[in-house]
C-alpha cells in the first residue's frame, strides 16, 4: 500500500471549515483513498472513501487532485467534538486487508 | 451503518491472568476481522488477521500461543491474552470488514483497554 504523509497537527475555530491534507505521490491507479479518525481512548471511525472522484457524506468532503497525489478532507463546520486524531490510509478496495496506520493528524477545535 | 461491538471496554486484573476480549460484528458478517494494539500516544499495530474458520495470521512479532483468536463465527472473533503481565497493557482494537467488501470499509469496535497490575 502506498505511503501517506499528514502534518502532524492542526487547529481551527469552531464553526470554522476544518481542510486536513494529505500526500500519497505513489499512489497507485488501484488503490483508494480513505480517512478514519480516532477521537481519544476510541476506537477508529470510518469517514469518507474516494478513488478520483470528490465525494461528500454527512461527515465530510474529499477532495482528490486530478494526479490523485493529494487529497484534503474538508469538515465544513468543525465543532468541539471532531478533535481528534485523523488518519488518511491509501488501500486497496474489495480486499480483506490490514489497514496502516500512520502518525495521523492531530485536529484541535478551539472554541 | 455497519456496528462492531467490543466488549469489554475495560479489564484490570492481576498479573497471570488470561483475559478475553469479543469482537462481533452487530449487522454484517464478516468473514476477516483485526486485531490492533494501541500503546499511548502512539498508533494502531496491526497484531493479527482473523479468518473465519481457520487458523489466524499474526504479525511478525506477536506471540500467537500469547495472543490466541478465535474466530468460530461470521460475527465473532475473540482475542484471549494468556498468563497476562503488565507489559501487555494496552489498549487492543478490533475491526471487520463486511463479507460482501466490493468497495466497504472496515469498521471498528470502541477498544478494550486492558490494565495488568
Known amino acids: 500500500d502506498a505511503k501517506t504523509t499528514q502534518p502532524p497537527s492542526m487547529d481551527c475555530a469552531e464553526g470554522r471549515a476544518a481542510n486536513l491534507p494529505c500526500n500519497h505521490s505513489t499512489i497507485s491507479g488501484n488503490e483508494y483513498v480513505y480517512w478514519y479518525r480516532q477521537i481519544h481512548s476510541q476506537g477508529p471511525q470510518y469517514i469518507i472513501h474516494g478513488l478520483k472522484n470528490n465525494e461528500t457524506n454527512e461527515m465530510a468532503s474529499l477532495i482528490i487532485t486530478e494526479d490523485r497525489k493529494s487529497s484534503t478532507l474538508i469538515l465544513p463546520h468543525a465543532t468541539l467534538r471532531d478533535t481528534a486524531v485523523y488518519y488518511c490510509i491509501v488501500q486497496f478496495s474489495g480486499s480483506a486487508r490490514q489497514l496502516t496506520f500512520g502518525s495521523g493528524t492531530q485536529l484541535t477545535v478551539l472554541p | 451503518g455497519a456496528v462492531v461491538s467490543q466488549h469489554p471496554s475495560r479489564v484490570i486484573c492481576k498479573s497471570g491472568t488470561s483475559v478475553k476480549i469479543e469482537c462481533r460484528s452487530l449487522d454484517f458478517q464478516a468473514t476477516t476481522m483485526f486485531w490492533y494494539r494501541q500503546f499511548p500516544k502512539k498508533s494502531l499495530m496491526l497484531m493479527a488477521t482473523?479468518?473465519?474458520?481457520?487458523?489466524?495470521?499474526?504479525e511478525q512479532g506477536v506471540e500467537k500461543d500469547k495472543f490466541l483468536i478465535n474466530h468460530a463465527s461470521l460475527t465473532l472473533s475473540t482475542l484471549t491474552v494468556t498468563s497476562a503481565h503488565p507489559e501487555d497493557s494496552s489498549f487492543y482494537i478490533c475491526?471487520?470488514?463486511?463479507?460482501?467488501?466490493?468497495?466497504?470499509?472496515?469498521?471498528f469496535g470502541d477498544g478494550t483497554r486492558l490494565s495488568i497490575l
Open positions: 475491526s471487520a470488514v463486511p463479507q460482501v467488501a466490493s468497495n466497504q470499509p472496515q469498521h
Open positions: 482473523s479468518n473465519e474458520g481457520s487458523k489466524a495470521t499474526y
